[in-house]
């Protein structure tokens, strides 16, 4: 059984800077693409940015140059660092990471997701 624990989500004012982790844990036998993907209120959801096991890293236009997407593969973490955040970055951030577990094949798992609010 494996879980992925989102953190660092909350309210910020246009301009400013959060941090984004997931983490995750159980019986992991190997990780491979993890990602970032969003939903604000009335919209589908999209992707944010990915980082392979090799630290390729591939972002939404949207994003570029604002965020940065990195991991530690030691400790089974990604980490989104949002800079110069606005308003249309609201929404509810979900991580989700492709592992395989001890008694599984490949599988896309899911965090909780986590509130961003950027105020105007």
């Known amino acids: 059984q494996v879980q992925l624990v989102e953190s660092g989500g909350g309210l910020v004012q246009a301009g400013g800077s959060q941090r984004l982790s997931c983490a995750a844990s159980?019986?992991?036998?190997?990780?491979?693409?993890m990602g970032w993907y969003r939903q604000a209120p009335g919209k589908q959801r999209e992707l944010v940015a990915t980082?392979?096991?090799?630290?390729?890293?591939n972002y939404a236009d949207s994003v570029k140059g604002r965020f940065t997407i990195s991991r530690d593969n030691v400790k089974n973490t990604m980490f989104l660092q949002m800079n110069s955040l606005k308003p249309e970055d609201t929404a509810v951030y979900y991580c989700?990471?492709?592992?395989?577990?001890?008694?599984?094949?490949?599988?896309?798992?899911w965090g909780q997701g986590t509130q961003v609010t950027v105020s105007s």
């Open positions: 980082i392979t096991t090799g630290g390729t890293t």
């Open positions: 989700n990471v492709r592992m395989r577990t001890y008694n599984t094949g490949w599988n896309d798992y």
């Open positions: 159980g019986t992991i036998f190997s990780i491979n693409t």
